[in-house]
């Protein structure tokens, strides 16, 4: 794919969710209020993650390991956790 990548538009993904059914998987990804949903066949989600795969191990290649918590499927992003609210307020 031709496409200069520097020129596209950059949104910060807080919130990502994926669903599948028989022939095909369905991404979203949100920023804030706004999302964008992709749909791949299961080819394309596979190597969707043997590509994230891949450009994760060049990162860490260049940078260091990426330290993060453990992933577990109900795992909030930090930036929709609700504050606890203060003791007295």
């Known amino acids: 794919m031709n496409m200069n990548i520097e020129?596209?538009?950059k949104l910060f993904c807080d919130?990502?969710?994926i669903a599948f059914g028989n022939d095909s998987f369905v991404m979203g990804f949100a920023s804030g209020e706004s999302a964008s949903v992709y749909a791949f066949t299961p080819a394309h989600a596979k190597r969707f993650l043997q590509y994230l795969t891949f450009r994760v191990a060049?990162?860490?290649g260049a940078h260091g390991e990426i330290k993060s918590d453990p992933w577990t499927p109900d795992?909030?992003?930090?930036i929709q956790v609700t504050p606890k609210p203060r003791s007295g307020s």
Do not use: G, W
């Open 75 to 78: 795992i909030k992003s930090p």
């Open 15 to 17: 919130n990502a969710t």
């Open 58 to 60: 060049e990162f860490e």
């Open 7 to 9: 020129k596209a538009e």
